[in-house]
């Protein structure tokens, strides 16, 4: 199994927590109180079911102040299946543990029961398993037990290690199968009791088994008589049949000769019958021959009259087709006429149009010259206007240039006026120069002096601080220079203290004065050196005032000088436009503005004029053109349409002689009519007879067949009559009347025998089944001794097996151990790594065996040290979780606790290789070795409050 | 063109037997990954987390690591670094030593920040991005436990700096302290391959560190050299080293080179199941190994697993005496010496290391029914009828009337024979 993700809430310091879990080794790592061991106790409780204490786990468990606790896991079972396990637990005791799907959260499974069960068959545990005791004794043993499991006495030690080796099975089967042996020998004495009931009734049956065998001999005779009786009927019938046979035939053949005769005489009455019809054949024969030309005459006629017809037909169609040509001929005529007309029209319209064009024409060329003399003149009027308006322009700049450089002189002024203020002041400011230069020669004396009188200010407060001291310990009466107990220092020896320290302070006073008055001197001093630097830099900036001065003024002039040759220039212009001045430019400027503008408006009124009777003429020839061509077209379709009339002209006469060859047609059709009616008679007479001739093969063909019949019919008559007289002399009936009687009397014989059979048979069946009733019960017998006998085996098995289970678990837990001994052995050598080895023997009793040169020593656990013991239970633990579990992940709670440094490092070292069992292994510890051989550490920091 | 060196797991101060030696041996490494850098003037040096083996640094360790870095310092060579689980700042020092030589500017350590935003540009102090004239460098720490979600992270936020413009025309160069694919070789956490695929897709360069072996994968862009030096006695010494890379545009050229280490052996040798002079056997086969494998002018890392099955009282090892036999003949510094033999008394029932819970229950229990006189083909049979007793048993009483009574009372009446 494999431990994904947890989450906590509300559980122990953790308010809502989540941990990710990955393979190999997860190193949970933290402060004590930081919540590692909430994070297994968890695991615990969600997945295993451990709860620590067992009592009052609820209130240990659920965040102080809280109600209701959660934890979730997400694992993945033995088949590599994802799980989510959620168990709540709250103090109300609404509690829960569910199963859930992963995908959509559905339950699996809920209730303690089921859910420790469901997660016992996921993760690879035994059904007889428990859980808790698992996860307590193996998966995650808790710090305080982990070492004491293996100091306990040799009884404690098989009570805690028995169930975990899973040998608890055996002894309940031992005892949960004594009702099982008990019942089992209970159950074969019932079977020995009915074995003597059933011999008894074996007993009771032989009798009637003996009447059966006599019977069933008696019977057999019987049957024995009623075969020969039979056999003898056979023979005597066999003859008795034959004679019957014969006796049936000479009547068969005496009806056949009756039937033959009456035959006879119907053929001769059919052979008259054709006979007469063969006269009336000939009479026919006559007529026929008498009507044959008629008929002929009238079968040609009809043919005739057949051809006239179609012919008369032809000669109706041609004539219609010369009445259609001449309608079409008549309705070309009238179109030729109608388009000849359209033509006189459009001619007359042309003729029309070319008046008018060229009237108009003369009219548009008067108009255009006289519009080209008017733009001339708006050309003119523009160009005087340009003028006017470029020394407008000109003039107007100048002036803003002028006021311009007139403003930027009344700034340059005002700027001279301010400088030159700057160089007033300088006068006055050499002169307070010199007198701070005369200040400042005195500087360092004053500083010498502070020096000095900040020099005995110190001294003098040292001695009165010295002076004080002395007198504070002379008071006690200890000297103060000796430090020893002295009667001079009291009394007289205070007073004279007192008197020089009031002298000293006094003095300290004077001293103090007169450095507040140095003090003043040495500010003065510092304020006049800073005014003696700005009044030196004031001095340097008037030499850079007073060249802007002269920059200042140069500029004032130069700008005059530009406004007078402006000025200049205004009165160049106007000169040379032969003005007197700007208002008279105005002024002419304006009316030549209104006279330009009347004139371009009449100009483009003009214009749009003579563009539209230009349009104008352009149109009226297009239409000319238009009807030009239109004549033309006519002119086409006539030609076209007269062409198509002669044509149909030459069709007419093509159809007119063409008519020519039906001429005397009716004539013809009425005088065959005639010679139709005439034949019409013979024609019928002649197909009536025919039929009656042609019948005549026929009649003469049945008569020759019926002759033959009659023939045959004799011949057969005659045989017949033979055949009779044969059978007659065979036939005795005097034997025949013998043989019946005998017959009669055997079958008479035969019926009694058959009566008594069946009177036996009866009785037989009676006795049949009580016989076969004993042979069942024979049968029976022989089976209930058998299962009797194989009963007492079954029952000596399950004793047998009984002593084999109550054995087993010794051996079993035998082999367990020294399996887990050999493991641990091995890992004990990998983290120990000295001379010694591991044992782990019979009554889970530790051992460690330590290899001094050539002697060997042999430790109980107890005498083990600490850091021994841990490492020998850490061995243990890992082997019995590799070989009693296949759950594939282990907890290891501060496994180093006891160790030294150099055992905890070669445990952090080896770790991996011990642990390559497990898919995950978590190491629970608050010293960091682990960290740099852990791929998935879990740091915790205490939660500050 | 940009050109510098990768290395990472420098691990210096790890010296897990006390050993002076091995201690210096960590040191020697990292100096001659330092003579490289100097001698091909790279653009910088990156070391790719766990430069420290501890978070606690003692002064000796301290003065190698400045000892390396003021020369690199000389040299003008920059260093950045990212936190491997071995040095990042711990619970107890929120402080840790690298930040100490990032303040003092011997090397520019890059970090993410754990808030909303994980990657912040370089601030003259503290930053995970930092912008060489010639590359984009980004240190991304040891992600730990929540690996696959950090990364996820990462690129999201990259994705959008890159979307803002945030990087222009140079190439970008991630440092990882984490595993790439390693889940079963080294049975570790770390992440999966596709997992960082979203990230080299719209990097140039994935420069790994954590796992010790070498590891690369040029398509996927993911570089791990491996550490410099053996930190463990059982890591193979004759492939450790650093790489050396030139990257122009798309253009990436690497180049694996060695570091000359101590070199160690990790042998496991199995015994004969004969007789033998178990002494001479072992050192037979370590003096070939080591003529074949190792220089001579160096002690040597020794470690031995010594396993098999032998008869109590025969073959016995003690450990004292061999390490001695070896020191006379083969020059080694350290020797680790387990012996995993398991004696056997003769009367032991023999049943193989490997055979399982149930299968132990099964051997006995069936030799059991045979000692108690039945015949090889009833053996099964009885088997059966115990196991069946087992399941049923559970439940509490059995008796001849219940249904498991029946199935059993049925079951030993189909067994013919008695025993």
């Known amino acids: 199994m494999k431990i994904l993700e947890i989450e906590l809430e509300n559980v122990k310091c953790y308010k809502n927590e989540k941990f990710n879990f990955e393979n190999g080794i997860n190193f949970i790592n933290g402060l004590n109180g930081a919540g590692k061991t909430s994070i297994i106790e968890s695991i615990g409780f969600c997945l295993f079911d451990y709860k620590i204490g067992k009592t009052g786990f609820t209130s240990y468990y659920i965040r102080r102040g809280e109600k209701k606790a959660r934890v979730r896991v997400i694992f993945e079972d033995n088949e590599n299946e994802k799980y989510i396990v959620e168990r709540k637990i709250s103090t109300t005791s609404n509690n829960s543990w569910i199963v859930k799907d992963i995908e959509n959260e559905e339950e699996i499974v809920s209730g303690e029961e089921d859910v420790r069960n469901w997660i016992k068959q996921h993760i690879g545990l035994y059904k007889d398993d428990n859980l808790s005791d698992i996860y307590e004794n193996i998966i995650s043993v808790p710090q305080g037990m982990f070492t004491s499991a293996f100091l306990d006495s040799e009884k404690n030690r098989k009570a805690k290690f028995d169930p975990i080796f899973n040998l608890e099975i055996y002894r309940k089967v031992f005892l949960n199968t004594a009702s099982l042996e008990s019942g089992m020998k209970n159950k074969k004495m019932e079977i020995e009791k009915e074995l003597e009931v059933s011999k008894t009734k074996i007993e009771m049956l032989k009798n009637e088994k003996q009447e059966y065998e006599k019977i069933n001999k008696e019977m057999e005779n019987n049957k024995k008589i009623e075969n020969e009786l039979t056999e003898k009927y056979e023979k005597i019938n066999e003859i008795y049949q034959k004679e019957l046979k014969i006796k049936e035939s000479i009547k068969k053949h005496e009806d056949l000769q009756r039937e033959k005769e009456l035959k006879k005489l119907n053929i001769e009455e059919k052979i008259k019958l054709y006979e007469k019809q063969k006269e009336r054949i000939e009479l026919a024969k006559k007529a026929l021959n008498d009507n044959k030309l008629g008929y002929q005459e009238y079968i040609k006629s009809q043919k005739i009259q057949k051809e006239l017809q179609i012919k008369q037909k032809e000669y109706e169609k041609v004539k219609d087709d010369i009445r259609r040509i001449e309608k079409d001929i008549v309705s070309k005529s009238t179109f030729i006429a109608m388009k000849n007309e359209n033509i006189e029209h459009s001619k007359k319209e042309t003729e029309k149009l070319i008046i008018e064009i060229e009237k108009n024409l ?172 700005s009044a030196k830099e004031k001095l340097e900036e008037n030499k850079n005032v007073k060249k802007q001065i002269q920059i200042i003024t140069e500029n004032i002039s130069k700008l005059e000088e530009d406004n007078e040759e402006f000025n200049s220039n205004i009165l160049d212009y106007l000169k040379r436009n032969q003005i007197k001045s700007i208002e008279e430019l105005q002024e002419k400027m304006k009316i030549l503005s209104t006279s330009f503008t009347e004139l371009n408006k009449n100009y483009n009124i003009d214009k749009t004029r003579l563009e539209n009777q230009k349009n104008n003429i352009e149109n009226q020839k297009n239409k000319k053109t238009d009807f030009e061509n239109n004549i033309q077209e006519l002119n086409k379709t006539i030609k076209e349409a007269l062409k198509e009339k002669s044509i149909l002209e030459n069709d007419k006469k093509e159809y007119i002689n063409a008519t020519k060859k039906y001429i005397g047609i009716e004539n013809m059709i009425e005088e065959n009519n005639i010679n139709i009616e005439k034949n019409q008679e013979a024609y019928n007479m002649y197909i009536q007879n025919k039929n009656e001739v042609e019948k005549e093969a026929e009649i003469t063909l049945n008569i020759n067949n019926e002759k033959i019949k009659m023939k045959q019919l004799r011949e057969e008559i005659l045989d017949n009559e033979n055949e009779i007289k044969k059978l007659e002399e065979v036939y005795n009936k005097k034997d025949m009347e013998e043989n019946e009687q005998n017959l009669a009397k055997i079958k008479q014989d035969i019926t009694k025998i058959q009566t008594i059979i069946e009177t036996q048979k009866q009785r037989i069946d009676e006795l049949i089944d009580k016989v076969k009733k004993l042979e069942q019960l024979l049968q029976n017998m022989e089976k209930q001794e058998k299962y009797y006998n194989k009963y007492e085996l079954a029952i000596e098995n399950i004793s047998k097996i009984r002593q084999i289970i109550k054995q087993a678990p010794d051996d079993i837990s035998e082999i367990l151990i020294q399996k887990v001994s050999r493991k641990a052995t091995q890992i004990y050598a990998k983290i120990a790594n000295d001379n010694t080895r591991l044992e782990w023997r019979e009554k889970y009793e530790v051992i460690l065996i330590d290899n001094i040169g050539d002697t060997k020593i042999e430790k109980e656990f107890r005498q083990l040290s600490g850091g021994e013991q841990m490492s020998a239970a850490l061995a243990i633990r890992i082997a019995m979780l590799e070989i009693l579990t296949n759950v594939k992940i282990g907890i290891l709670d501060e496994p180093t606790v006891n160790m030294d440094i150099e055992r905890r490092q070669r445990l952090a070292e080896i770790i991996e290789d011990i642990g390559g069992f497990f898919t995950q292994l978590f190491i629970v510890s608050h010293d960091d070795t682990f960290n740099s051989v852990t791929e998935n550490l879990i740091q915790l920091r205490t939660k500050e409050t | 063109m940009v050109k510098f060196v990768h290395c990472a797991d420098i691990h210096l101060g790890a010296n897990p037997f006390e050993i002076e030696e091995r201690f210096e041996d960590m040191g020697k490494a990292f100096s001659q990954v330092c003579k490289f850098a100097i001698k091909e003037k790279v653009d910088f040096v990156l070391i790719a987390g766990d430069f420290f083996h501890n978070k606690t640094v003692n002064p000796r360790t301290l003065e190698q690591a400045l000892e390396e870095l ?72 040891y992600p730990g436990s929540t690996a696959s979600k950090y990364i996820q992270k990462i690129t999201d936020e990259l994705k959008q700096l890159i979307k803002d413009n945030k990087f222009i025309n140079k190439p970008i160069i991630c440092m990882l ?223 001849i009337d219940d249904n498991n009574g029946k199935d059993i009372e049925n079951m030993l009446l189909n067994i013919s024979r008695g025993g």
């Open chain 1, 362 to 533: 003369e009219d548009y060329n008067k108009n255009k010259s006289r519009i080209e003399k008017d733009l001339i003149k708006i050309e003119e009027k523009e160009n005087d206007l340009r003028t006017f308006e470029e020394a407008q322009k000109n003039i107007i700049d100048l002036k803003n240039k002028i006021n311009e450089n007139i403003l930027l002189i009344k700034t340059k002024k005002e700027l001279l006026i301010e400088k030159s203020k700057l160089i007033d002041q300088e006068e006055s400011l050499i002169k307070s120069k010199s007198e701070l230069l005369q200040l400042l020669e005195r500087k360092n004396e004053i500083e010498n002096k502070i020096k000095i009188l900040g020099e005995n200010k110190v001294k003098i407060i040292s001695t009165i601080e010295q002076l004080k001291e002395s007198k504070k310990i002379a008071k006690t009466g200890i000297c103060p220079y000796l430090k020893t107990e002295c009667i001079n220092v009291k009394g007289k020896t205070q007073e004279e203290y007192e008197s020089e320290i009031i002298k000293l302070e006094y003095d300290l006073e004077t001293l103090e004065n007169e450095i507040n008055k140095v003090d003043k001197k040495q500010k003065e001093i510092l304020k006049a050196e800073t005014m003696l630097q």
């Open chain 2, 70 to 141: 003021e020369k690199l310092k000389k040299a003008n060579i920059p260093v950045f670094l990212t936190e491997g689980n071995h040095d990042m700042s711990s619970y107890t020092h929120v402080y840790s030593w690298l930040q100490f030589l990032s303040s003092r500017k011997d090397i520019i350590l890059l970090k993410t920040v754990k808030n909303d935003k994980l990657l912040n540009f370089w601030n003259g102090k503290e930053g995970a991005i930092y912008e060489h004239n010639k590359a984009y460098i980004i240190g991304l720490g």
């Open chain 2, 177 to 399: 302290h984490s595993g790439i694919n390693r889940f079963v070789t080294e049975s570790m956490g770390g992440l999966k391959e596709e997992e960082i695929e979203g990230l080299t897709n719209i990097i140039n360069y994935l420069a790994l560190g954590h796992i010790h072996v070498r590891y690369e994968n040029v398509d996927k862009k993911y570089f791990n050299p491996g550490s410099v030096e053996c930190v463990r006695i059982t890591d193979n010494p004759f492939n450790k080293g650093f790489y050396f890379v030139k990257l122009e545009e798309n253009k990436l050229e690497t180049e694996f080179k060695l570091v000359k280490n101590r070199n160690s052996l990790s042998l496991s040798i199995d015994i004969p199941n004969e007789e033998i002079n178990i002494y001479d056997y072992i050192l037979e086969i370590i003096k070939k190994e080591y003529e074949e494998k190792c220089e001579k002018n160096q002690k040597i890392m020794l470690q031995i697993k010594i396993n098999g099955i032998a008869k109590s009282g025969t073959m016995e090892i003690n450990i004292q005496e061999l390490k001695k036999i070896i020191k006379n003949e083969i020059p080694v510094l350290y020797q680790d010496i387990m012996n995993l033999i398991i004696y056997v008394d003769e009367q032991e029932i023999k049943i193989s290391e490997d055979v399982s819970r149930e299968e132990i229950d099964k051997i006995v229990v069936k030799e059991k029914i045979e000692k108690a006189g039945y015949k090889k083909d009833e053996i099964d049979d009885i088997y059966n009828i115990i196991t069946l007793l087992k399941e049923c048993a559970e439940n509490g009483n059995i008796t």
